[in-house]
């Protein structure tokens, strides 16, 4: 760690740095989603969800998350669902955990389309540059739950494998054509929904629709799917989530082991992702590349000194590049933000 009391302030250019190594890997956060929509840059879905405009959480739900000592909607909606189909077998009323479930799923997806990229905002020469930039890898792994990727997968499909190709579109590692890059959700995705039985589906859509697709809150017939992501919370309640599902679980031992060359972009590796951070550590990659946005000498200076701490101990070589040299970071990606 002494090596890195007196950092500088230098970052290297990535085209450079990707010349020199081959990074089989990329680790994508939410500092590339913000690079192309700024309003992904909220604090906590679950604050947005209490202070929307339109229908937020009341008391009532409120109380199930309190209850329940989580902020994460796929665990209060998954427990909601459960108990509205036990209290019916038991021919017990399951009016109120069914309509707190469809209030909660409402503060949902109203949050969401508070803060996510309007479809008919989303360039076509951005969702090229993501796919591009993705097919390049071996292995993507990303925390965001957003539909950016998953857009970008879609504007040319043939190019990257996200594993949900067996029936139904359900995650199949049999029916995947495991030779193309592949793009693993390490936190879920709004366009995933967790089965009865715990397994994990994707949604089939149009890209245009699927965000409105989310929206669907179907009240006249059974509760429908729950959504399959991690909003938010402390490591280790994203660690029981990710458990608790075999697709989740999964692409987290893919990190567990992976030991090649890997470059993160866009990821704080912050505290609330300390999951994420054991992974890596103990998948000791040979090379680790990291963006910083070039904010300023001494947030450079901080960010290194951070990462340096992150890696402190595992013989990992580490470099670090201005994130505006990186295609996910080119500043011409940005959308400006409706007001």
Not at 84 to 103: D, I, Q
Not at 259 to 270: E, K, T, V
Request: net charge neutral; hydrophobic share 40%; aromatic share 10%.
């Amino acid at each position: 760690m002494s090596d890195f009391l007196d950092v500088d302030a230098t970052l290297e250019d990535w085209s450079s740095l990707r010349a020199a190594t081959d990074f089989k890997g990329l680790l994508v956060g939410n500092g590339a989603s913000r690079a192309v929509w700024d309003d992904f840059g909220y604090d906590s879905l679950f604050e947005n969800a209490r202070t929307v405009e339109d229908k937020p959480l009341s008391a009532s739900e409120l109380a199930v998350f309190d209850a329940m000592q989580t902020r994460s909607f796929e665990q209060v909606l998954g427990a909601l669902k459960t108990t509205s189909r036990v209290n019916k077998a038991l021919a017990v009323s399951s009016a109120a955990p069914r309509n707190r479930y469809y209030a909660i799923k409402e503060a949902l997806i109203n949050s969401v389309h508070a803060i996510h990229i309007p479809w008919r905002l989303v360039r076509a020469s951005t969702l090229a540059t993501l796919n591009e930039e993705l097919a390049r890898y071996r292995t993507v792994f990303t925390t965001n739950y957003d539909l950016l990727n998953y857009w970008a997968l879609q504007h040319r499909s043939e190019a990257i494998d996200d594993l949900f190709n067996g029936p139904n579109a359900s995650f199949d590692l049999s029916e995947s054509a495991t030779k193309k890059p592949r793009l693993l959700y390490l936190h879920g995705g709004l366009h995933l929904v967790r089965n009865q039985d715990g397994t994990a589906r994707k949604l089939t859509s149009t890209e245009g629709t699927l965000l409105g697709s989310f929206a669907i809150n179907n009240t006249l017939k059974t509760l429908d799917d729950v959504p399959l992501f991690i909003n938010e919370g402390p490591s280790a309640e994203k660690l029981r989530t990710i458990r608790s599902s075999d697709y989740l679980s999964f692409c987290y031992e893919q990190l567990l082991g992976h030991g090649d060359s890997l470059c993160i972009f866009g990821h704080a590796l912050a505290e609330q992702d300390s999951h994420i951070v054991r992974a890596l550590r103990l998948a000791k990659p040979k090379v680790v590349a990291i963006s910083i946005y070039p904010r300023s000498a001494a947030f450079i200076q901080h960010q290194k000194r951070h990462y340096a701490k992150v890696f402190e101990g595992t013989g990992v070589a580490l470099r670090f590049f201005d994130a505006k040299t990186h295609a996910l970071g080119n500043p011409k990606l940005s959308v400006p933000v409706e007001v």
